[in-house]
């Protein structure tokens, strides 16, 4: 009986000498020259390819160009898998004309596409024709686009009912959505919606403030919450519209007014002038008033709104509070009222876009210095949401600056001049 021949083991080197010789004299002559199995030679070539060389580019003396796997190749790939791509309606009517045309697998090769993938759009085709499903070389029917568009305009209007038609188009197209006004009337229309007849006084004089901080505008909005009158004190910037403070009382007193602005000023910083209407709780029309009193003290400039006009900013908001909060909803007491207001001016100065500040922009953006941001992230079709990264928590407000006036240097704190000539 012969004896049983001993398996022999081979180090690395060993390996790589004898593969050495395969590009030269061929897989079956290197075994016979080294006494090595032609099949472990031929098992070390595909060890060898796995790892970047095949055995034909051993036989041509030229290794391949060495492929850099990106990270997430690196951790998902497989040695035999392939990448999953993803193909447009477009790139797949074109995958299957040259098919139709040169043949399957000529397509396959042109593009670098599974022929199992370009059978399967043919069979989908098939079923599309014959109305048994979607065909995969167009996209989403007419009818689906439109109503995907009314359910965005539905769902903004149902959210926010006292908005017009212009301002959703504005809403939508903050968050990448574009659609006519004329659409966005019709949809709303056809879902109660009625236009108020609102009655437009025109005036040519228009203003507006050089920077946040540079005028606040002050106005009660009165308002019945079940048998209870309530006052509603407004503070608005107006470079910006922001609301930098507000607050409510049951009658227009002077303390709710000083409370009230101490505490805007605390959290904003101090304006340069401030603008009224010679309200009772504004002004005193025998003696100095103590809202007065409180602006001479912090150095802040008065000015007078002897035409309705004048305070129109604040006006136009307080018009826009009564359509969009106390007509759409309905308050149970007044510490409701009270909780609905701070979110809803919340919501008007970080999610409400603005006519007058283009029909993009939120008084935020505006009165935080972050325009330009906001309006490159809505160009990119990324759109700005609240919380989408441009927070406020790292922004804080000019309140000291050194200027140049003619020459002669000026100092601002808060609003107030320090040093430099009076004008």
């Given amino acids: 009986m012969a004896a049983k021949r001993k398996r022999q083991s081979y180090t690395k080197e060993q390996r790589e000498a004898v593969l050495a010789d395969v590009p030269t ?7 016979r020259k080294h006494g090595v199995p032609q099949t472990s030679v031929s098992g070390w070539l595909r060890a060898r390819s796995r790892g970047g060389l095949t055995v ?21 790939r497989t ?29 396959s090769k042109k593009h670098n596409i599974s022929r199992f993938s370009i059978y399967d759009w043919q069979r989908r085709v098939k079923k599309a024709a014959a109305g048994e499903g979607p065909s995969p070389t167009s996209g989403p029917a007419p009818k689906d686009i439109e109503e995907q568009r009314d359910a965005e305009i539905l769902d903004e209007y149902t959210t926010h009912p006292g908005l017009g038609p212009s301002q959703i188009v504005n809403q939508l197209r903050r968050k990448g959505i574009k ?14 919606y009625r236009p108020p007849k609102v009655v437009r006084q025109k005036h040519e004089r228009r203003y507006e403030a050089v920077r946040p ?9 009165q308002r019945y919450i079940g048998k209870v009158s309530t006052f509603t004190l407004i503070l608005i910037d107006d470079c910006s519209r922001y609301v930098v403070g507000h607050g409510v009382d049951d009658a227009e007193r002077a303390d709710m007014v000083v409370s009230t602005f101490e505490e805007a000023t605390a959290k904003h910083g101090r304006p340069e002038r401030v603008m009224h209407d010679k309200g009772s709780a504004f002004w005193s029309w025998r003696g100095i008033s103590r809202f007065t009193g409180l602006l001479t003290e912090m150095g802040i400039d008065v000015v007078v709104a002897e035409h309705k006009e004048w305070n129109g900013k604040v006006e136009v908001f307080n018009a826009n509070l009564h359509k969009e909060l106390f007509d759409a909803h309905r308050f149970y007491d007044v510490a409701e009222m009270r909780r609905r207001l701070e979110a809803h001016v919340h919501w008007y100065n970080h999610a409400r876009t603005h006519h007058a500040l283009g029909g993009l922009l939120v008084p935020a953006d505006r009165y935080y210095g972050r325009v330009a941001e906001v309006l490159a992230r809505i160009e990119a079709g990324a759109g700005r949401e609240v919380g989408d990264g441009i927070e406020l928590r790292e922004r804080c407000l000019e309140l000291f600056k050194v200027t140049s006036r003619g020459g002669a240097p000026e100092v601002w704190l808060l609003g107030q001049k320090l040093l430099g000539p009076q004008a």
């Avoid at 659609?179 to 109660?192: F, I, N, P, Q």
């Avoid at 901080?213 to 909005?221: A, E, I, P, Q, R």
């Fill in 213 to 221: 901080n540079h005028l606040w505008h002050l106005d009660f909005v």
């Fill in 25 to 31: 004299i061929g897989v079956s002559a290197t075994a």
């Fill in 179 to 192: 659609v006519s006004v004329h659409t966005t009337r019709r949809v709303m229309e056809d879902a109660g």
């Fill in 79 to 107: 040695p035999s898998s392939r990448v999953a791509k993803t193909y447009t309606p477009s790139q797949k009517a074109v995958v299957l004309e040259d098919a139709a045309k040169d043949g399957v697998t000529t397509a």
């Fill in 56 to 76: 034909a580019a051993a036989r041509r003396k030229t290794p391949p160009t060495p492929v850099t796997p990106t990270p997430r190749e690196t951790a998902t």
